[in-house]
């Protein structure tokens, strides 16, 4: 079969910001990449940046870090099942001796099941290192499946992986379980600062919070879901900074809460699936490289702390351009406005 050539596709990238973080686990002030045809949003996004700034900076809290693969077997019944499912709870060392014969960073951190019938679907959860871990799980699992037919040579193979992992796909279980890096990011907004910058005030904010974002949702069949636009911001960081881009499925499933604090707006970002990585596919690009390196997450560290750090700035990225597009649609006509003049 012929080979055909591999070229590049280009997308307009603009860094913004600075966008200023601040807490236990980051404290700094970088701009951001953001490659994305959609050009509002590096304003939109800058808007955010400046208010969260003025306002003291973003505080962002990684709240878990794992990674799945769900794979899927079968028995010949529920109670055989059953059994297969409590003995490997109870083996988790053993396994784990497997899965270092697969790689130095991976390791297995949790166990879970769902048996439906005689099927059993089991969720492997691994710490990656500084990958995103999609390859390093399913490499686990390859490893893995052998060793529990060895052991339990009633089950067989059916898959290597049963969707319940979940990847790339709109589910509960991701920000029930974990897939990804979790990441709150909260900002505390003056209320002289919210009418001078966003041109609206931390009620207005709270009201559309609670009528678009949450009862919206609702109303539409949404699923984990109450934000405005967080896939915008993680395609463009994603693009940027060489990640999958089709993880912006869960990634995007996330939660916007908002509060007025006396005079002032507390407003929230929680994504609980970020998958993204600092090193491993797509990182190979001269672009890619550089970006990863200006936002300081190319550094002697220990393992995954790198891809800790890129994901908070990835969580601050996404507070800034929820806040902006936020106070935009408080304002009739504003957006619009806005997308008119700066795209025509």
């Not at 509002?40 to 800058?46: A, I, R």
């Not at 209320?191 to 678009?212: G, H, Q, S």
């Not at 900074?241 to 939660?255: F, P, R, W």
Request: hydrophobic share 40%; charged share 20%.
């Amino acid at each position: 079969m012929k080979a055909h050539k591999i070229t590049t596709a280009s997308v307009p990238m603009r860094h913004v910001g600075p966008i200023k973080v601040i807490g236990a686990d980051l404290e700094d002030e970088l701009m951001v990449p953001l490659a994305t045809y959609e050009t509002p949003l590096w304003h939109s996004v800058g808007r955010g940046a400046r208010v969260s700034k003025l306002a003291g900076g973003i505080r962002a809290t990684l709240i878990d870090d794992r990674m799945s693969r769900s794979i899927l077997l079968e028995a010949p019944d529920a109670g055989v099942a059953l059994q297969a499912v409590n003995g490997l709870k109870a083996r988790l060392p053993e396994l784990n001796a497997v899965v270092a014969e697969s790689s130095r960073f991976a390791r297995l951190i949790g166990l879970n099941s769902q048996i439906v019938a005689n099927l059993i679907y089991l969720r492997l959860e691994f710490s990656t290192g500084d990958a995103s871990g999609h390859n390093m799980v399913t490499h686990a699992a390859d490893r893995l499946f052998p060793w529990i037919l060895n052991q339990y040579p009633r089950l067989r193979y059916v898959s290597i992986s049963g969707n319940y992992c979940s990847d790339k796909k709109a589910t509960a279980v991701n920000g029930i379980l974990g897939r990804g890096k979790y990441v709150v990011t909260e900002v505390l907004i003056p209320r002289d600062l919210c009418e001078r910058r966003l041109k609206t005030t931390p009620a207005k904010m709270v009201e559309l919070n609670v009528k678009k974002n949450l009862i919206g949702t609702l109303v539409a069949g949404g699923l984990r879901s109450a934000n405005a636009h967080y896939a915008n911001m993680l395609l463009g960081f994603y693009l940027a900074t060489g990640q999958d881009a089709a993880n912006i499925v869960e990634g995007s499933q996330g939660i916007v809460h908002a509060e007025v604090r006396g005079d002032d707006l507390y407003f929230s970002a929680t994504l609980p699936n970020l998958i993204l990585g600092s090193v491993g596919n797509g990182k190979g690009l001269d672009f890619v490289e550089d970006n990863l390196r200006r936002l300081g997450c190319k550094e002697e560290r220990e393992p995954g702390d790198n891809a800790r750090r890129l994901a908070i700035w990835c969580a601050a990225t996404v507070l800034c351009g929820e806040l902006s597009l936020l106070a935009a649609q408080t304002n009739p006509g504003e957006l619009m406005e806005s997308h008119l003049k700066l795209e025509r």
